[in-house]
Nanobody, 125 residues
């Protein structure tokens, strides 16, 4: 089993920044990708960013590219999401997720095997 715990969410004004953390514990799969997704009551869970542990390749949705940065600390089994230039439309519950084997795709919820409980991010205008 893998446990993923997100932290770092909160309330911020538009244009501000937050850094989310996702700490993995238990049986970690440190060789495989981790991702961030977000969800609002009106929309399905959507892809935000992902990172492959091996080589550190990163991927972003068009809506956050250039504003958000995903990174990881392998020694701490932790992945981060630095969010700059936040907009009210970034308001959502943010979830981290982990793959447990290599998959070519990183963009769909079905391609991840473990999920955290989520952390709320609220951006005021």
């Amino acid at each position: 089993q893998v446990q993923l715990v997100e932290s770092g969410g909160g309330l911020v004004q538009a244009g501000g920044s937050l850094r989310l953390s996702c700490a993995a514990s238990g049986r970690t799969f440190s060789n495989y990708a981790m991702g961030w997704f977000r969800q609002t009551p009106e929309k399905e869970r959507e892809f935000v960013a992902a990172i492959r542990w091996s080589g550190g390749s990163t991927y972003y949705s068009d809506s956050v590219k250039g504003r958000f940065t995903i990174s990881r600390d392998n020694a701490k089994n932790t992945v981060y999401l630095q969010m700059n230039g936040l907009k009210p439309e970034d308001t959502a519950v943010y979830f981290c997720a982990q793959q447990t084997y290599y998959r070519l795709s990183l963009y769909y919820t079905a391609h991840y095997d473990y999920w955290g409980q989520g952390t709320q991010v609220t951006v005021s205008s």
